[in-house]
DNA sequence: TGCTTGACAGAAG
DNA sequence: CCTTCTGCCAAGC
């Protein structure tokens, strides 16, 4: 059997919403997490895009820390340079690159719950 | 019904 | 480092 349906049901997407909201709520001050972090943790490691599109279209979503989410890369979303801005107000250092140092900042889903 | 878009990921040039 | 391509999958047109 497989891990995972081929699609996601209307009640999975529901699900999927909820648990990406409830992951990103938890992301301690001064961490950040990735999408694809996120969306594996939710149960749907394929559907980091709609980790994004989540919490892009969610109304609500501005209540929660997300500009702690970036993708794998340390790399901040395009068109809000804020979210940079955000972050190194946490404490959060930025390679002389412009992306955040994964290395030092990466949370992952889970393991303080 | 079919093509395009995107707050992604990963590889390639 | 940056851009572009492919794979991915839901949403929009």
């Known amino acids: 059997m497989k891990d995972y349906p081929d699609k996601m049901t209307p009640e999975q997407a529901r699900m999927f919403g909820e648990d990406v909201l409830n992951i990103v709520s938890q992301?301690?001050?001064?961490?950040?997490?990735t999408y694809g972090h996120i969306a594996a943790w939710a149960g749907w490691p394929s559907h980091s895009r709609m980790v994004g599109r989540t919490l892009r279209y969610t109304p609500g979503a501005?209540?929660?820390?997300?500009?702690?989410?970036?993708?794998?890369?340390?790399?901040?979303?395009?068109?809000?340079?804020?979210?940079?801005i955000l972050l190194?107000?946490?404490?959060?250092?930025?390679?002389?690159?412009?992306?955040?140092?994964?290395?030092?900042?990466?949370?992952?889903?889970?393991?303080?719950?």
């Not at 992301?27 to 997490?33: A, E, H, L, N, Q």
């Not at 501005?62 to 940079?84: F, K, Y």
């Not at 002389?96 to 900042?105: A, I, L, Q, R, T």
């Open 27 to 33: 992301i301690p001050r001064g961490k950040v997490t």
């Open 62 to 84: 501005e209540e929660l820390p997300c500009h702690r989410v970036v993708n794998i890369a340390g790399r901040t979303a395009p068109g809000w340079s804020r979210q940079r």
């Open 88 to 113: 190194e107000e946490e404490g959060v250092t930025f390679k002389p690159n412009g992306h955040v140092d994964m290395d030092k900042h990466l949370w992952e889903p889970g393991v303080s719950e």
